[in-house]
């Protein structure tokens, strides 16, 4: 073929291409698009009419739904029954207008215009939930209202169509004003509350009809998240959301013409009053059945679902262990307080988790007087700071991380630290001079007396030494809860953020499971015959630290209990380790302490619930200070005997990691006898220090360990000067960072004295 041939083939095949191109283009027209668009959208505007003539208006069911929920111990015997419905109905004309009103502006501004149905706010409220920003937002009021009149709270697509149909057949039928009064009578305010009288009598102690605007603007926003902005219950971060919802809800009043300018000026939040417990939740009911439920709202029921009834929840909390556990306090502390005649004794509150570290089962738990009586959990409650039960998470993070000290020696239990008082630490940028124990100087130690005496310059230094970011990683690593006191500095190594005795039992229980991160959890089942309720984190998980790493801080913590602040946990019943802690101006004491079958954390809070305010526990049961290795380890060592039935023949099985082995012990002998550093009215005068154990008839057991097993040197001696210190003023577990005496004091003086917390 010549070029001429060539050249026309050319040509026939770019007029075909050109052809084809052109049908494809024809076949996808605008009109063709379109035409198709409206005839899907026909098609699907004929479908919802068959499906709007086919679901009729059903009964109302929610009274019929509403069911009791039953809770069961780990041996199936019964706990508690719960569901009792808590609603009263009330018409609108018993409920002020501007309550009504700032109802109407937090949920659905144009509720007495629309149709029942807001298409827009729908995909809307799709896109936030898709997006993560929540549920809410996506329905008018009176979809809520069917949702809960009619139907049930199910996210299923069929649920979600019969609810678009419901409402706009209900919004043809019903009243405006009705169906906003079937609104707030039905809805879920938290605390076991359905409708406006019952929320506004948990919430105010109020009827409905006494409402403020202030207040109904609460109750309003409380909608959208009940449990999250429930103020008494709430974290800092949900108190603050909470607030700007009652933000948002008076100013869309004010756009809306309800609320003027000047009234909404004058708005003052007001602060919901306490919750108190239902009906019998007395005694460690209450705690247990709130453990439960705040647990399955944390695997992804809603507390609404949950308050549905319907429930058969089979806890963890072993019945004997359990009961054990309340003994132990009442005979080691109750029976010993004057909570009439004392004022001190009066703010003791005492709280307790223990947990088996192989399951993480939550086998007991210890929550305060009662359930009716103090409302918040102590087991769970993270406004006190553990103090010096951290200690052992910064020394767990240097051998995890292999750090080293400023003169370049890697650390273990036989590396030597200045032990003196109000020694500045070196290598940071934020001054740190920590003092010790009524200002006591140890001079070169080793980190294993370090741990036993609970000598603060020590890891002060070494939390520098470490780096406080890598400390903290692993503490939260650990199981430990972030929060706006976990600030990364060195004053962090004396306990100075917020954690409850749930968190530590966890941190202590990783330790005690040889580094494998074990997460407390109290439900052992849940069936529903509509629900399900599937974890999304397992009790017992991966490792988040080497066993070496785990297993060198167990051999630590056994040192304490054998010669240190922990030694009233000591006996020969039992192979223990532990760690005690004393906070800021001796507000809280701790003993977080395990067995290799059991570890149980427990705590004193010095708490004046009428003033809201934390305050010292010096003087409790007259023995002067409070400290961990007081009733705290009294309580742990006598529930732990208990609970393991006399006593147990298990041993540590550790790992240890390979550091240099301690030295003899070189600290010299203080040339003079230290004074007591004490803050003024608080504190009593510490007689001479007995030299003796102060019980002679135990025999501690020694822990079975390998060769390279550091064994401590110290022996105890019951002295009351030597154990954990209280008080950031006074530069102990609490931590203030200018180490600036007149701090309260803590230390364990035995049985040759009136007992000291």
């Known amino acids: 073929m010549g070029r001429a041939g060539a050249r026309q083939a050319r040509e026939r095949g770019a007029r075909g291409a050109k052809t084809e191109g052109g049908g494809i283009r024809r076949f996808f027209t605008w009109k063709r698009l379109l035409g198709t668009f409206f005839g899907f959208c026909l098609l699907a505007m004929g479908a919802f009419y068959v499906v709007y003539l086919l679901v009729p208006v059903p009964t109302a069911n929610i009274q019929a739904t509403m069911q009791s929920n039953v809770y069961k111990y780990s041996n199936g015997k019964i706990l508690a029954r719960t569901g009792e419905i808590n ?62 009149y009619y139907l049930n709270q199910d996210q299923t697509v069929t649920r979600k169509l019969k609810e678009l149909v419901i409402s706009l057949k209900v919004d043809q039928r019903m009243d405006k004003k009705d169906i906003l009064a079937g609104y707030m009578n039905t809805s879920y305010y938290g605390r076991g509350a359905y409708g406006i009288q019952a929320a506004a009598q948990a919430y105010y102690g109020v009827d409905a009809e006494k409402l403020t605007v202030s207040q109904g603007a ?29 933000n948002y809800v008076l100013d869309n009043m004010v756009e809306e013409g309800w609320l003027s300018a000047s009234a909404r000026a004058g708005q003052k939040f007001q602060e919901p009053q306490k919750p108190k417990a239902a009906p019998g939740m007395e005694g460690q009911t ?19 679902d949950i308050d549905a009834g319907g429930w058969t929840i089979t806890l963890n909390i072993d019945e004997k262990k359990q009961k054990r556990l309340v003994k132990a306090v009442d005979e080691k502390l109750e029976d010993n307080l004057d909570r009439k005649g004392s004022k001190v004794d009066s703010t003791v509150q005492a709280g307790a988790t223990s947990v088996d570290p192989k399951t993480g089962h939550v086998v007991a738990l210890y929550g305060g007087v009662g359930a009716t009586e103090h409302w918040m959990s102590n087991a769970t409650r993270r406004d006190y700071q553990p103090a010096s039960t951290f200690k052992p998470l910064v020394f767990a993070s240097a051998l995890e991380n292999g750090s080293r000290t400023q003169d370049g020696n890697e650390i273990g239990l036989g590396t030597i630290y200045d032990g003196d008082s109000r020694t500045p630490v070196k290598g ?26 609970s000598i603060n310059s020590v890891f002060a230094q070494m939390i520098v030494d470490a780096g406080p970011d890598k400390v903290k990683e692993t503490a939260l690593a650990l199981g430990m809860k972030d929060g706006e006191g976990f600030v990364e500095q060195p004053a962090m190594s004396l306990g100075t953020m917020g954690a409850s005795t749930w968190d530590m039992a966890g941190v202590y229980a990783t ?213 954990d210190i209280g008080g950031s003023t006074g530069g102990g577990d609490g931590g203030d960072p200018t180490g600036d005496p007149g701090g309260d004091t803590g230390g364990d003086p035995g049985d040759l004295k009136p007992p000291q917390p």
């Open 87 to 148: 609603r009263e109905i009330v018409g609108l004309e018993k409920i002020p207008d501007d309550v009504e009103n700032a109802f109407v502006a937090a949920e659905n501004k144009s509720f007495y215009e629309d149709s029942g149905v807001d298409f827009m706010g729908t995909a809307r409220g799709v896109f936030n939930t898709l997006s993560g920003k929540g549920k809410q937002g996506g329905s008018t009021i009176t979809q809520q209202y069917v949702k809960n």
């Open 218 to 246: 609460y109750l309003a926003a409380l909608l959208q998240a009940p449990n999250q902005y429930d103020w008494a219950l709430a974290s800092p971060t949900g108190r603050e959301l909470a607030r700007e919802r009652w």
């Open 286 to 304: 209450g705690y247990l059945v709130a453990a439960a439920k705040q647990e399955m709202v944390s695997q992804g029921i809603s507390e609404e």
């Open 428 to 453: 940071s940028d934020t001054p740190f001079a920590p003092q010790n124990e009524d200002d006591r100087s140890y001079g070169p130690v080793t980190v294993q007396k370090a741990m036993n005496k």
């Open 511 to 723: 330790l005690d499971n040889h580094g494998k991160k074990v997460t407390p959890t109290i439900v052992k089942s849940a069936e529903h015959k509509d629900r399900t309720f599937e974890r999304t984190e397992a009790p017992i998980g991966d490792r988040v630290v080497s066993r070496e790493t785990a297993d060198t801080v167990t051999a630590a913590l056994t040192g304490v209990v054998k010669n240190g602040s922990g030694f009233e946990a000591n006996t020969s019943a039992y192979q223990a380790a532990g760690k005690t802690g004393t906070s800021e101006n001796n507000k809280s004491a701790w003993f977080a302490g395990y067995t290799p079958e059991l570890v149980t954390v427990v705590a004193l809070f010095g708490e004046d619930a009428d003033k809201g305010r934390q305050v010292t526990l010096t003087g409790t049961a007259n023995s002067g200070r409070a400290n961990g290795g007081g009733f705290p380890a009294r309580i742990w060592a006598d529930y732990t005997l208990g609970a393991l039935g006399g006593g147990s023949d298990a041993r540590f099985d550790l790992d240890l990691a390979e550091t240099a082995p301690p030295e003899t012990d070189t600290t010299p002998t203080p040339t003079e006898e230290p004074t007591e550093s004490e803050s003024p009215t608080e504190e009593p005068t510490e007689t001479e220090s007995p030299t003796e154990d102060p019980d002679p008839t135990r025999t501690p057991t020694a822990p079975t360990r390998t060769p390279t097993t550091p064994t401590p040197t110290d022996t105890p001696t019951g002295d009351p000067t030597e154990g």
